[in-house]
């Protein structure tokens, strides 16, 4: 007797396609609890808003991965337990972190890497991680 259960609820579409909770194998994730995350968070806003008040000094000609993505994966990634930034480089290509932020999970690009978030974690200076901290209080 199998005691089948459905989901009170549905994961948005990502690029048109339908996005299915199943275990019948294939690519396999252990964080599916992440696009709980992800559904929050576009709800909330969370990084759209900081990504409007980061400091962003990039080349805009180099740049492949937004803040607002990289926000959201480093997000993800400490909410679901992996508070170094270097397991970004084992999650930047897990199926599930893919969808979370937005990308196909065969054929989407990786997230972004460990040193790629190193670097924006250390980009602000004092004065403005202060003002990023004040700003996060506020709106708290």
């Known amino acids: 007797m199998t005691n089948d259960t459905i989901l009170p609820f549905s994961f948005p579409a990502v690029h048109a396609k339908k ?14 609890g992440v696009m709980l995350l992800a559904m929050a968070e576009r709800r909330l806003g969370l990084a759209d808003n900081l990504a409007r008040v980061f400091p962003d000094r990039r080349d805009p000609t180099r740049v492949v991965h937004s803040l607002v993505d990289m926000f959201r994966a480093r997000m993800f990634a400490i909410c679901c337990g992996y508070e170094d930034a270097d397991d970004l480089d084992h999650l930047r290509s897990d199926p599930a972190f893919k969808l979370a932020c937005g990308r196909l999970p065969d054929t989407g690009r990786d997230l972004c890497s460990q040193p790629t978030l190193s670097r924006l974690e250390n980009a602000p200076s004092k004065t403005e991680a202060a003002g990023l901290q004040c700003l996060a209080a506020a709106t708290g």
Do not use: C, K
């Open 19 to 32: 996005v299915t909770a199943a275990f019948d194998g294939g690519r396999l994730t252990s964080n599916g």
